[in-house]
């Protein structure tokens, strides 16, 4: 008789620890779930926008320092908008991380934050690339600069024996090395941090487009109609 009931008892106690399991997993969420929103063991996407962050300060501060330099450089040259740009991308990557996450078909809000977000990592990856076009464009000519000072002005020509030769003139510079040392290398400086900028872009635009359709189902349910178990493919 003794030896009769204890199977009962254990298979009574295994679907009560069962039960238990599922309901602790129901509570916590999946496992799977919590570590796809994971990028480099930091939640997503923290990381990439504090990333974005940082590179749209620099970006920023360099910029400022060149306008430092000569108020006669274009907005062009002194990419501060592609730093201000980042920042505001990054401050909604951090609201998007502060968002309670559920199921997107219950969340409007969540689905055109994560939307507006991938539509400004991509808009970022294009200014940043833009940016980056410029600054080669600016570091290859002012490589090529031949200055003298005149006065509080530095004017450059590319070829100093051609009469008609294209020049620039820089104002409020009164020592024309800032122009033909110091630019090239804040020039040099925006084209790496762009192109971080860039990259990290890439990466945030791919993760919210992966962590939306990474997983497709057939509709083929393989277990019992309560189990709701589907099958990947």
């Known amino acids: 008789m003794g030896s009769g009931k204890s199977p009962m008892r254990s298979a009574g106690g295994g679907n009560a620890n ?11 969420g999946s496992p799977v779930l919590e570590e796809a929103q994971k990028c480099c063991g930091c939640r997503f996407p923290l990381l990439v926008a504090l990333l974005q962050l940082l590179l749209g300060i620099a970006v920023a501060v360099v910029a400022f320092l060149m306008v430092a330099i000569s108020s006669s450089l274009l907005a062009r040259e002194t990419p501060h908008w592609a730093g201000i740009i980042m920042i505001v991308v990054s401050l909604l990557g951090f609201i998007l991380f502060c968002i309670t996450r559920v199921p997107d078909e219950r969340a409007s809000a969540q689905f055109i934050v994560k939307l507006l977000y991938f539509f400004l990592c991509t808009t970022g990856l294009v200014i940043s690339a833009v940016v980056i076009a410029f600054q080669c464009y600016h570091y290859a000519l002012t490589n090529r600069y031949s200055c003298k000072e005149m006065g509080e002005h530095c004017t450059c020509t590319l070829d100093p024996e051609d009469p008609i030769a294209r020049t620039f003139s820089y104002s409020d510079v009164t020592d024309c090395r800032a122009i033909v040392s110091t630019l090239p290398m804040y020039y040099l400086l925006q084209m790496v941090l762009n192109l971080a900028q860039a990259i990290v872009c890439l990466v945030g635009a791919f993760l919210i487009w992966k962590h939306r359709y990474q997983v497709f189902f057939a509709g083929l349910q393989t277990g019992s109609p309560s189990a709701q178990t589907w099958q990947k493919v």
């Not at 069962?18 to 916590?28: D, L, V």
């Open 18 to 28: 069962a039960g238990t399991e599922k309901k602790g997993q129901a509570e916590t």
